[in-house]
């Protein structure tokens, strides 16, 4: 599976309707959040990608059994957790991986785990994972091979204030809470849309949260007792993927446009202003937004930053929106500090790119891109890659397909039948 690559032809128009997925950054919290559980859980209109498997596999390893259930839902019996322990490999692949780790010492007192490494889009550290568990009384040591194992007897709510805004720091430690003895408050925390939806489930669940999505959390906790879990939970859309194929009709969908259906469009309002400052002229209804490519695009200053801010997970697609566009943009960096590593391959592909320094680089545009073989350094940069190829004159190969995986289903198949020639080939 490492070894398939995607097969581009550029220059196709895309158009059509794609109806939008369940957020891959909600479902990863909510297969942590079974660990919290006394009963099995059903979650519905999960993403089938890579990530969740990798989740999957990592639950498994704990003793946790899952089970499909039906078209996107899954089922996951958290009675059989029995182990501490997450298991290395699966957790180095995945940067989720750390948000396990919450509601496992939360169940049963102590969870062993790997430094989640792996990851090219920066240093991502965990301090404040750890300093959070430590604030509710747990003890961490570091052990032999970069892992860490954190303890607690019995956790205790605390008043902690993140040093800087997390959003997985925010939605672990409110789960770890969920369970501690008496009142955690949480401040300073992340105002991501998939932390008031985490904290739905869980007060759905019997779990005491207000204030969830604005930057103070306050959670009354179950003094060690196990939540009951809701019948059945389900992901929000995934805004993430909404924002890709917006950016991808801005680009590529001329004519009728393309409608992006599913989708929560407040939850897109910084990248909407964005494509509305590039020319673009969106239709917004309930849960979809349809989008053209404008006659003229137009150069835009972005900066990413924490939501309702322009999401860093878009920065790379947008820049290459941006090598089409008439003008100077400037696309600022705020939230990593090396998520450029896809810059060289765009130029390489014929785009007009200069660092300004480490958070700042400058696409001139229009620019014509031409095929090239490009290799997806993680994730989002993958979903820029595509967009290159499908903008680009001739043909292009993109290699580490995994990367594109692990956060959007099939994206070939789905994409083809917008009139995108992709196909995926060994
Ligand atoms: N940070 C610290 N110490 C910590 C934790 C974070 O200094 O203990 C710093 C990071 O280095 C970074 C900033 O805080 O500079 C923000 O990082 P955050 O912790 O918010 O990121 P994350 O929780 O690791 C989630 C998403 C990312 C998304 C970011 C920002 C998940 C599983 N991941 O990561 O999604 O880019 O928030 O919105 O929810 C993706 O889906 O492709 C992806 C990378």
Redesign the pocket.
């Known amino acids: 599976m490492l070894l398939m690559k995607f097969l581009i032809r550029g220059g196709k128009k895309l158009s059509g309707e794609i109806a939008v997925k369940g957020a ?2 909600a479902a ?2 909510a297969m942590a959040a079974a660990l919290l559980f006394e009963n099995p859980v059903v979650l519905e209109n999960m993403p089938l990608i890579e990530d969740v498997s990798r989740a999957g596999e990592l639950l498994g390893g704990l003793g946790a059994s899952i089970k499909k259930r039906g078209e996107g839902a899954i089922e996951i019996d958290p009675r059989g957790a029995v182990q501490s322990e997450l298991e290395q490999e699966i957790a180095k692949r995945l ?2 991986s750390v ?1 396990v780790v919450g509601p496992l010492l939360a169940r049963g007192g102590k969870a062993s785990f790997p430094y989640p490494g792996g ?1 090219v ?10 300093d959070g568990w430590r604030a509710m009384g747990a003890t961490i040591k570091m052990e032999k091979g970069n892992g860490f194992c954190v303890e607690a007897g019995k956790l205790r709510g605390a008043d902690y204030t993140f ?7 925010t ?1 672990t430690l409110m789960m770890t809470a969920a369970l501690a003895e008496g009142r955690t408050v949480l401040r300073n925390a ?1 105002l ?1 849309p ?1 932390i008031p939806a985490l904290a739905r489930f869980l007060n759905s669940s019997g779990a005491r949260i207000r204030g969830a999505g604005t930057p103070t959390i306050e959670i009354e906790g179950t003094a060690g007792k196990l939540l009951r879990a809701a019948e059945a939970f389900r992901m929000i859309p995934d805004r ?1 993927e909404a924002g890709s194929f917006l950016i991808l009709g801005a680009a590529l969908a001329p004519g009728d446009g393309l409608r992006i259906s599913g989708c929560n469009p407040e939850h897109l309002t910084a990248v909407l202003a964005a494509l509305r400052d590039a020319g673009a002229r969106p239709e917004i209804g309930k849960d979809w937004v349809t989008v053209r490519r404008p006659e003229k695009l137009r150069a835009v200053n972005i900066q990413t930053r ?2 309702p801010g322009f ?3 878009l920065q790379a697609p947008f820049a290459v929106l941006m090598t089409q566009a008439e003008g100077e943009s400037i696309i600022f960096e705020t ?3 090396n998520r450029f590593g896809y810059a060289e391959d765009l130029k390489r592909m014929g785009a007009n790119i200069f660092f300004a320094d480490q958070h700042r680089i400058v696409v001139k545009g229009p620019t014509v891109l031409r095929g090239r073989e490009i290799e997806s350094p ?3 940069a993958g979903l820029a890659f595509v967009a290159a190829a499908l903008l680009a004159e001739g043909e292009s190969k993109i290699s580490n397909v995994y990367q594109i995986d692990r ?1 959007y289903e099939k994206i070939d198949e789905r994409l083809r039948k917008l009139g995108a020639d992709i196909e995926r080939v060994r």
């Open positions: 891959k950054n990863l919290k940067r989720a948000v990851c889009i920066g240093r991502r550290p965990i301090d404040v994972f750890l040093r800087v805004v997390s959003v997985t720091g939605e992340a991501e998939e993430i924490e939501y999401p860093t997970d939230i990593f500090e993680d994730l989002r956060g």
